[in-house]
């Protein structure tokens, strides 16, 4: 590889017994991308590192570091190249590595955000039918006016079952993006994890609260939008731009990295009295729990018998999910 | 204050550079888009180089002064005038209360022209900063493009009129406008030998490419690469395409995103975050020329750079946007 | 005397909404240009009678290029 005028790996850190290789790439004159692995991998663990060392990093306020951007396996950093190099970044970052050697080290401060869901609430059902009158009249993701069973079908699952997997976890939050407070939100229990694609062509609008999954990732609509996720549902706001309501005193987001969601079922009503409560009333008071990940407790539950019976379980159904289900 | 009469094609109140550290909650810096021709507006007439300026894409802007200031105008040349006379461009110039500005389509170079006034547009910071995200509908004025019958406060000048007017550049400084713009870049995060062939990065280093038509403040579309590009067949776990990737955040503002075969520039307003490989950056210096590129018209290529340069193009690049630039 | 609505951006023809013969006021939408996935309006600066319609949808356009050929 040396020798290779486009090689863009500034250094590396080799794998050990609770981490994947680190490789430091470089992504423009003021970013860094610290990348965990080689392969592609979708694995939380990754997260719970990248998330970890990363608070440990911002906890330091190095200077010339404007932000770090977390994903699923890999940290964006933005710096200011005339205040900070690349390389005395990479020996700090280095450093914040050592000091969690092990996946006993491994531990992150994670929010439980109680969130109320409505399943096939009549605002997403709008959205779904605004799709089909001007988008594409013959979506084959669209049944009896809705997503849920199409994402039901594409799992092999009932859409009873599809709804008990979405509140039977919690929701893991790799990293906030792609839209303003948006949360890209991981299942922490695998036997949990639909999996759905995306649509094709896109939606052009999308209620506020709405919440969908694409892939493996929920993401909750933070502001009416676009989208290409299929809706099971809506929830209640998670963004405010005004700033009015106390949660959101410091800014418009709701969802940090690290936080874990768990919704739980409502009837509509419900949720849009609660719309009124945040963004008019401002008397809401949001159900959050404090909270920790630890990450050695998560792979030894993950990978004890009882979990990988139902994810094996689950695979097979999705394989027959997968050969019915219409392609978008 | 400053009250719109036509609002144009695209008028928007921006600084630099932009809101920053906001990234890892899904908001773009946005910023001026050439924040070289904003800065020299802003030293023209006595502001800092960030402050906030309006953004004129496309042209037609027609607007009324409510009261006595200094103004400059920098950009494309979009034949600007003042009550009706040629309005001289690169140069401060002061302006009685009632006066009109009005402002014609792009000129032969260059996509944008900015307007600086002295205290500069005085709307409410969001976040840090009084740019607006069009693309997400939030700062600026009330997070949107100018319309006719929108009244715009100004902030408090830095100094007597009569000293604000009349500056101009020293020889040399202005930057230089072409239909072919050359961006410095550095690859990565996603280049040979993993995620491009080594002819593929050959090409995007060689090759010109026109801005699609459909280019705006977030994306900027260049033509299409071949399959030759990709070094892997698919994108693994992340997608069937080989220009997919588990999601992974964007390095913007200058990331050239690789969505199918479509290389992106992602800018100002772009999204933060998803699932494309990112095969190179532009560097920080040269961001401003992006904005001048005109969609459906000019062409951009790439010239390879190390950080030592980019880095000095940035010292550069603030020393140029001082008053040592000023005649 | 002829008078032509010229392209005010560049970009594609999106539609031309007048047809030959019409009669067009001064400040009437004529056409519509497509660039930075906006549509943009092409007004007239005359009033006249529509002589010739000179592109079509998809068309690529530069500033300054005829769209509409009007009769003043």
């Known amino acids: 590889m040396k020798g290779n005028k486009y090689d863009v790996i500034l250094d590396t850190m080799p794998e050990t017994p609770s981490r994947l290789e680190i490789l430091f790439r470089q992504a423009g004159d003021g970013f860094l991308q610290v990348e965990y692995g080689r392969e592609q991998r979708a694995a939380l663990q990754d997260s719970f590192r990248i998330l970890a060392v990363n608070d440990i990093i911002r906890a330091r306020q190095i200077n010339g570091l404007i932000e770090t951007v977390p994903g699923l396996r890999t940290n964006l950093f933005h710096f200011d190249p005339q205040a900070l190099s690349s390389a005395d970044l990479i020996a700090q970052i280095k450093e914040a590595e050592d000091s969690m050697p092990t996946i006993d080290d491994v531990v992150l401060e994670s929010r439980v955000i109680h969130l109320p869901l409505a399943f096939e609430d009549s605002e997403t059902k709008k959205a779904v039918q605004k799709y089909v009158k001007e988008v594409r009249p013959d979506a084959p993701n669209v049944i009896n006016g809705y997503n849920l069973e199409y994402m039901a079908l594409c799992n092999g699952v009932t859409v009873a079952e599809a709804k008990n997997m979405i509140l039977g976890t919690e929701w893991f939050n790799s990293g906030c993006g792609f839209w303003p407070g948006g949360a890209f939100l991981w299942p922490v229990d695998p036997r949990c994890a639909l999996v759905v694609p995306k649509y094709n062509p896109p939606r052009t609008w999308t209620p506020e609260g709405a919440a969908g999954i694409g892939g493996p990732c929920v993401f909750t609509y933070t502001t009416p939008t676009g989208g290409g996720y299929q809706l099971f549902g809506r929830t209640i706001p998670t963004f405010q731009f005004s700033c009015k309501h106390p949660i959101f005193k410091e800014g418009p987001f709701l969802y940090r990295p690290a936080d874990r969601v768990k919704f739980h079922e409502v009837q509509e009503q419900e949720i849009l009295d609660i719309f009124d409560h945040v963004h008019n009333k401002t008397d809401y008071r949001y159900q959050i729990e404090s909270g920790q990940v630890v990450a050695k407790d998560y792979l030894t539950w993950v990978h004890s018998e009882e979990v990988q019976n139902g994810v094996r379980e689950l695979k097979a159904k999705q394989a027959e999910g997968v050969r019915k289900a219409p392609r978008l | 204050m400053l009250k719109i009469i036509n609002g144009g094609i695209e008028v928007l109140v921006e600084d630099w550079p932009g809101r920053l550290g906001y990234l890892g909650m899904g908001m773009s810096a946005s910023g001026a888009f050439d924040n070289l021709a904003l800065g020299f507006a802003n030293l023209l007439v006595g502001n800092s180089p960030g402050e906030a300026g309006l953004e004129i894409t496309g042209g037609f802007l027609e607007a009324q002064f409510a009261r006595d200031t200094v103004i400059a105008v920098t950009g494309t040349d979009m034949k600007p005038t003042l009550n009706g006379e040629s309005l001289p461009m690169w140069q401060s110039v002061a302006v009685n209360r009632g006066d009109t500005v009005k402002f014609g389509h792009i000129g032969e170079y260059g996509f944008r022209c900015y307007l600086g006034v002295a205290g500069g547009i005085d709307v409410p910071a969001y976040l840090g900063s009084k740019s607006t995200c069009i693309f997400g509908g939030y700062g600026g004025f009330e997070g949107r493009k100018l319309a006719a019958g929108d009244e715009l406060k100004l902030g408090a000048p830095r100094g007597a009129l009569q000293d604000l007017a009349g500056r101009r550049l020293k020889d040399g400084v202005r930057p230089d406008y072409q239909r072919q713009w050359q961006l410095r870049a550095i690859p990565g995060p996603n280049t040979s030998p993993d995620y491009v062939t080594e002819e593929g990065m050959d090409l995007l280093f060689s090759k010109s490419f026109k801005i699609n038509h459909n280019s705006n403040r977030s994306a900027y579309r260049l033509d299409p690469l071949p399959e030759s590009f990709f070094a892997r067949p698919d994108g693994g776990v992340g997608g069937s395409h080989p220009s997919n990737i588990l999601d992974h955040a964007y390095a913007i503002r200058g990331a050239l995103n690789i969505c199918g075969n479509t290389p992106i520039l992602l800018i100002a307003d772009g999204p933060t975050l998803g699932g494309y490989m990112c095969a190179l950056n532009v560097i920080n210096a040269d961001l401003w020329k992006i904005g001048q590129g005109t969609p459906g018209r000019d062409s951009i290529t790439f010239r390879m750079v190390g950080q030592q340069e980019a880095t000095e193009a940035r010292r550069a690049q603030k020393e140029l946007l001082s008053e040592a630039s000023l005649a | ?72």
């Open chain 3, 1 to 72: 005397m002829e008078k032509s609505v010229n392209a005010i951006m560049p970009g594609l023809t999106a539609r031309v909404v007048v047809n030959v013969g019409d009669r067009v006021e001064k400040g009437q939408e004529v056409a519509v240009i497509n660039c930075m996935k906006t549509e943009i309006p092409v007004n007239s600066e005359e009033a006249g009678v529509v002589k010739q319609v000179l592109v079509k949808e998809w068309d690529e356009l530069q500033v300054g290029d005829p769209m509409v050929i009007l009769e003043i």
